[in-house]
């Protein structure tokens, strides 16, 4: 007698990730990284679409621990720029990398009044030019409690016409930054004593910083 042939096992349905729920889908995003959806994690579907585009997902912008080579620089900034724009008014933190630039600062300053904390690590000259000061003027960071700079060329001029557009600031640190010397510590405390706590860590003999720039 032939033995009865084994029982046919179906296979549960594939799992129909269009369907996941907005606040699950915002949940995965943020695991994944707002940079991974930048570069196409969100265009998997139209639902994932959907969610890639509320603005609450864009409160944090954290593009700073990312490798970026020169010639990656442009597409950094379009990246940054479409999180911004995303964020619909609602960015809270920002944290960039080498390609945040003079454009892009206005880009941020203009579209992010709630903005919180700023964070710019090894960008070149100009990223706090004079037209962006004269913005400032207009459209100050009246929510920025925290600015953060490391290796940054700017010097205490540039630097002083920044802050008194952030009458909100409570922490300021200055790390390594070109165009920046010992004595204009004293100048910054002096000028803005109402900073609860300013870390000044700038050792300059030459013109130059310290720890030797990227730029």
């Known amino acids: 007698m032939d033995a009865a042939p084994p029982p046919v096992t179906e296979e549960p349905p594939a799992q129909d990730w269009s369907l996941l729920p907005l606040d699950l889908l915002s949940a995965v995003f943020v695991r ?16 994932w679409l959907d969610a ?3 603005p609450d997902l864009w409160r944090v912008v954290d593009m700073e621990n990312h490798i970026i080579s020169f010639e990656d620089l442009d597409v950094w900034r379009a990246r940054a720029k479409a999180a911004v724009y995303r964020s619909d008014g609602q960015l ?26 700023l964070r710019l690590v090894s960008c070149s000259s100009g990223v706090f ?18 600015l953060i700079l490391e290796n940054v060329d700017i010097t205490v001029k540039k630097l002083t016409s920044v802050l008194k557009r952030c009458p909100a600031l409570e922490v300021l640190t ?24 300013l870390t000044f860590e700038c050792e300059d003999d030459d013109g130059g910083c310290c720890c030797g720039c990227d730029f």
């Open 52 to 54: 890639a585009k509320v």
């Open 92 to 117: 809270r933190e920002f944290a960039g990398r080498r390609f945040v630039n003079a454009e892009l600062m206005q880009y941020i300053v203009e579209r992010s009044p709630l903005l919180t904390t």
């Open 32 to 47: 994944l990284g707002l940079v991974e959806v930048l570069r196409g994690a969100g265009m998997v579907c139209r639902s």
């Open 174 to 197: 200055v790390r390594d930054c070109s165009g920046m010397y010992v004595e204009d510590e004293e100048t910054l405390r002096a000028k803005f004593a109402r900073i609860k706590t």
């Open 129 to 146: 030019s004079y037209r962006l000061a004269s913005l400032m003027r207009e459209s100050p960071l009246r929510e920025l409690r925290s």
